[in-house]
């Protein structure tokens, strides 16, 4: 049976290094943040944290608040074999998702504290963020997104304090629990 990850987390929580850790272990990675970047090109927009904001809501208005999930579908439905998703985001789309791939579905949440994940995102090499805005989007996933009930939900929690190398064997664990 496809077993399809889905990674749910707050920005800057590991999520990327998570999913990198399931490609390690075999999985197919499908990135719903690519649907953001894939509408910038396509409108000739630069990508500053403010213009992605602005897609993403205009992607929920357009195709509601389980659009990255109903965009995304296709391409997990190409895949042969285990996926993993980086960046479920919404209530709505583990709902959708849910619906559609039922037992299939596994959600993982990576978790790290609030000042980890400022410091992160502060250094990481493309679209840093000062912490004033990593909190003002933290803030706007928890109330505009319902981005809580995902990680709530999750069926595996991940923390991420550590190293890079830690939080891959942490899911390199977790995929061997789902394996069996």
Same mark, same amino acid.
């Given at each position: 049976m496809k077993r399809i990850l889905a990674? @749910?987390?707050? +920005?800057?929580?590991?999520? &990327? @290094?998570? &999913?990198?850790?399931?490609?390690?272990?075999?999985?197919?990675p499908v990135y719903f943040g690519g649907? &953001?970047?894939? !509408? =910038?090109?396509?409108?000739?927009?630069?990508?500053?944290e403010l213009n992605e904001r602005n897609?993403?809501? +205009? =992607?929920? $208005?357009?195709?509601?608040? +389980?659009?990255?999930?109903? =965009?995304? /579908?296709?391409?997990?439905?190409? /895949? !042969? %074999?285990d996926v993993v998703i980086d960046g479920l985001y919404s209530w709505e789309e583990y709902k959708v998702l849910k619906e559609k791939y039922k037992d299939q579905l596994i959600v993982v949440a @990576?978790? *790290?504290?609030?000042?980890?994940?400022? $410091?992160?995102?502060a250094i990481r090499p493309e679209r840093? =963020?000062?912490?004033?805005? *990593?909190m003002a989007r933290d803030l706007t996933e928890i109330e505009n997104l319902?981005? %809580?009930?995902?990680?709530?939900?999750?069926?595996?929690?991940? /923390?991420? !304090?550590?190293?890079?190398?830690?939080?891959k064997e942490d899911v390199k664990h977790v995929i061997n629990k789902i394996k069996g």
């Open positions: 990674v @749910v987390g707050m +920005a800057g929580s590991g999520k &990327t @290094v998570a &999913t990198e850790g399931a490609v390690e272990q075999g999985f197919t649907i &953001t970047m894939e !509408e =910038l090109k396509k409108r000739k927009l630069e990508v500053t897609v993403r809501e +205009a =992607l929920r $208005e357009e195709h509601g608040m +389980a659009a990255f999930a109903k =965009l995304s /579908i296709p391409k997990i439905d190409a /895949i !042969e %074999g @990576v978790y *790290a504290s609030p000042k980890t994940r400022y $410091e992160r995102l840093p =963020l000062k912490e004033e805005h *990593a319902d981005k %809580g009930g995902p990680i709530a939900m999750a069926d595996y929690t991940i /923390i991420s !304090e550590g190293s890079i190398e830690q939080e």
